[in-house]
C-alpha cells in the first residue's frame, strides 16, 4: 500500500500549484483523507482533510478560502489545489489515509502516510 505525494516546486507568492496524492494497492474510497505539512524547524500540522464521500472537508484556518481538497474515485487520487500561495506556505507536504470514513485534522487519525512533496513560495 503506498500514498505517492507530487506536485511541489517553486512558486512565486500569489502563485498557485496543485498536489496530487496517488493511492496504490487498495483504494481508500471508504476512508476519509487529509494533507499535513511541515515546515523546517516546526510540527507537522494540519492542513486540510475530506470526508469518505467527499461532502464534508475542512481547513485550517490558515489556508481557508485559498487551498481546496479534493478527490477522484475513480483515479484513486486526491488533490490540494492551492492558491494564492504566501511564503509561509512553504513547507513539505504529506498526504494521508484516515482510519475512519470521516474527515479528521488529529495526525492520530490517519494509518497511512505518503512521502511528502516539497512546496517552497518565494516572496
Known amino acids: 500500500v503506498q500514498l505517492q505525494a507530487s506536485g511541489g516546486g517553486l512558486v512565486q507568492a500569489g502563485g498557485s500549484l496543485r498536489l496530487s496524492c496517488a493511492a496504490s494497492g487498495r483504494t481508500f474510497s471508504n476512508n476519509g483523507m487529509g494533507w499535513f505539512r511541515q515546515a523546517p524547524g516546526k510540527e507537522r500540522e494540519f492542513v486540510a482533510s475530506?470526508?469518505?464521500?467527499?461532502?464534508?472537508?475542512y481547513y485550517a484556518d490558515s489556508v481557508k478560502g485559498r487551498f481546496t481538497i479534493s478527490r477522484d474515485y475513480v483515479k484513486n487520487t486526491m488533490y490540494l489545489h492551492m492558491d494564492n500561495l504566501e511564503p509561509e506556505d512553504t513547507a513539505v507536504y504529506y498526504c494521508?489515509?484516515?482510519?475512519?470514513?470521516?474527515?479528521?485534522?488529529?495526525?492520530?487519525?490517519?494509518?497511512?502516510w505518503g512521502q511528502g512533496t516539497k512546496v517552497t513560495v518565494s516572496s
Open positions: 494521508a489515509a484516515a482510519r475512519r470514513a470521516s474527515a479528521t485534522s488529529v495526525t492520530s487519525g490517519y494509518s497511512y
Open positions: 475530506v470526508s469518505w464521500k467527499g461532502d464534508n472537508t
